[in-house]
């Protein structure tokens, strides 16, 4: 973001306004954090995209009632937050058994999360099978670990902030990386330097 | 670079949030617009269902209104006859006095 572009906060007010570029520039600035965190969190980019712009929109219902009492993007994560735990204790409740499809009648492999990168292969830098591992350890966290992980990594948000977003206390944030950090540690440590 | 630091950066760095699809905010507006409340919808409601309402709005207001004319004409009998009982007139000369008058 560089000086000329405006703030979240001034998008907002643009947008309360009926602003449908602020929307858009809004939507291209977070796009990316929103749309892989819920990846990361569900596993399915058709599902997670559907669930990304509700995030937006319900974004854009707020405009005209958000204050600025704390960081945007820690409201931002907190509305993020909600829509995945919703989506979670849905499926929860369903229960559904997947169909088995051809291929994996035929033993080829489903896609998994770790899969879902293979459509971004801009950075060569990024070594495809340590990414993949690495997706995985934290995928089989349980999922507020996962979303903690995700808000700590990705996000760079403070204890206080993780703790705003999921609306548990700041020592539990705490505990929770903890766990996370060490469960993480032994599944990747040939990655680590120690 | 502590323990955490490197583990946040291990994840941040190797394993990269995935883009979304080159046309997620473009669909992202279009969603949006297609659920905003249409101005003045009601406006476009079809012929029907304007005269059904209008019709029904003249019924209920002319049943309101005959019920009122009724209830004045029962109290205007009422309050007759209870005229006629405290003057003290016998009521039945009268009918016979304005039969005889056919």
């Known amino acids: 973001m560089t000086e000329a572009d405006p703030t979240d906060f001034e998008l907002m007010e643009r947008i309360a306004q009926g602003d449908d570029a602020a929307f858009q520039m809004l939507v ?20 997670a995209e559907d669930l990304a712009q509700q995030v937006f929109i319900r974004v854009h219902r707020a405009a005209p009632r958000y204050k600025p009492s704390a960081q945007f993007r820690t409201w931002l994560f907190t509305i993020l937050r909600n829509l995945v735990f919703n989506e979670s204790r ?3 409740k369903s229960k559904s ?10 033993g080829g492999n489903h896609q998994d999360w770790a899969d879902v990168d293979q459509k971004n292969p801009s ?20 999922e507020t670990h996962r979303m903690a992980v995700m808000l700590k990594a990705h996000q760079d948000l403070s204890y206080e902030e993780i703790a705003l977003v999921m609306k548990i206390s700041v020592s539990a944030t705490k505990s929770i990386l903890f766990r996370a950090r ?3 540690r032994r599944k990747l440590i040939e990655y680590l330097s120690k | 670079m502590n323990d955490q630091d490197e583990l946040w950066t291990l994840i941040r760095d190797q394993a990269p949030l995935p883009d979304p699809p080159a046309w997620f905010a473009a669909r992202t507006l279009a969603r949006l617009r297609a659920t905003k409340p249409q101005p ?36 205007e009998v ?16 009268q009918e016979e006095e304005w039969f005889s008058s056919y």
Do not use: C
Not at chain 1, 28 to 45: C, S
Not at chain 2, 43 to 53: E, H
Not at chain 2, 85 to 90: A, R, Y
């Open chain 1, 28 to 47: 291209e600035r977070y796009q990316r954090e929103v749309y892989g965190t819920i990846v990361r969190m569900l596993g399915d980019p058709t599902e």
């Open chain 1, 123 to 142: 950075d060569e830098t990024v070594d495809r099978e340590r990414m993949k591992h690495i997706n995985a350890a934290i995928a089989e966290l349980p």
């Open chain 1, 90 to 92: 849905r499926r929860s």
């Open chain 1, 97 to 106: 058994i997947p169909l088995i499809s051809a291929e994996e009648e035929e």
């Open chain 2, 78 to 93: 009422t309050f007759a006859a209870l005229d006629l009982l405290s003057s003290g007139e016998n009521p039945h000369n």
């Open chain 2, 40 to 75: 003045l919808a009601w406006v476009r409601l079809p012929r029907w269902i304007w005269a059904g309402g209008v019709a029904l709005v003249s019924i209920s207001l002319i049943t309101t209104w005959q019920i009122h004319v009724n209830h004045v004409h029962d109290q």
């Open chain 1, 182 to 184: 060490e469960t993480l």
